[in-house]
């Protein structure tokens, strides 16, 4: 009886990890948990959990250990971490390189700015740099929080700060010198006459603006000083003022036009900062970001350099 030979069984094929495996690893590890890297990559849960075990799947190997605080890198993981991170960098500079040749006033603009300066002097040019330029779509990051621009979170930012950019890769222009001054509510003012200020009741940054020039001036010249709230924004320290609370330190921007508010005393000498505008250098040749940049360079200058410094009442 012949016998025919037995049925192969295909060959085991393992496809290749693209880019987007490791962006799924990168973003869980980043996070620490499948949720919050799910969040920064724009999907839901069940398909960053579907991606990663796929990925660990092809690899043979474990990459996370399932914690009840969260996902934690095995040593494999590890390894394939710095991998990921070595291949997200250099994407990220092609993609700033290939926009720096993009000479189109067309496209997204991603700007990150302060609260303080998101609701007082930057809107109105945000809405004339729109009119003239209407094929440019902005987007605002409002934090307190430095975003990277090196990492593209944002493509221009515009910020207080008390010395030109470090970064060697940022490149921008300084519109104006900040000033600030000291405000307060006229109720509050009919009832705290004195002009010692160590005596007032103060509206005072919490330790998550422990690096601001408020913070640093106040820790400096009134160590002992009563703090009846501590905020987390220097807008809410604004609108607590006006409430009448105590005295608060601001920005002029912020807290002269509010009519609610007196000035107590400044602007101060020794309280200052600086106002920038800054983006990445390989972005800088970018039509639309040089054209943001420049228009909102001149508008700020132009319009409101007198409010910045400090002029922009009784002064």
């Known amino acids: 009886m012949h016998r025919g030979k037995p049925a192969q069984k295909p060959a085991r094929t393992h496809a290749k990890p693209d880019w987007d495996d490791f962006r799924f690893v990168l973003r869980v590890a980043e996070k620490g948990s499948l949720a919050a890297g799910a969040r920064a990559l724009g999907v839901n849960h069940t398909t960053a959990l579907r991606r990663v075990h796929a990925f660990e799947r092809r690899l043979g190997v474990r990459l996370f250990e399932r914690l009840a605080k969260g996902y934690v890198l095995t040593a494999a993981g590890e390894e394939l971490m710095r991998t990921a991170q070595q291949m997200d960098e250099m994407a990220t500079s092609v993609e700033r390189r290939i926009s720096g040749r993009d000479l189109r006033l067309t496209g997204s603009v991603r700007v990150t700015t302060t609260d303080t300066l998101a609701v007082s002097i930057v809107p109105p040019h945000l809405a004339a740099f729109r009119r003239k330029h209407p094929d440019v779509h902005l987007e ?27 970064n060697a890769n940022l490149v921008g222009r300084r519109i104006a010198e900040i000033a600030f001054a000291l405000y307060a509510a006229p109720s509050y003012l009919a009832d705290h006459r004195t002009r010692d200020l160590a005596r007032h009741l103060w509206i005072a940054p919490d330790d998550s603006l422990g690096q601001t020039a408020v913070a640093e001036w106040m820790a400096r010249e009134l160590p002992h000083a009563v703090d009846v709230l501590r905020c987390d924004s220097f807008v809410a320290m604004r609108t607590a003022a006006v409430a009448g609370l105590g005295v608060v330190a601001l920005p002029c921007y912020l807290g002269d036009p509010e009519p609610g508010l007196e000035r107590v005393r400044g602007p101060l000498a020794n309280l200052t900062s600086e106002l920038w505008i800054l983006t990445h250098e390989d972005l800088r040749g ?7 940049t420049e228009f909102m360079a001149e508008a700020l200058i132009r319009e409101q350099r007198g409010l910045i410094q400090g002029r922009g009442r009784g002064a």
Do not use: C, Q, Y
């Open 286 to 292: 970018t039509a639309r970001i040089r054209a943001f």
């Open 140 to 166: 605002l990051t409002t934090s307190n929080a430095v975003l990277s621009l090196s990492k593209r979170d944002a493509d221009v930012a515009i910020r207080p700060s008390g010395r030109p950019p470090e």
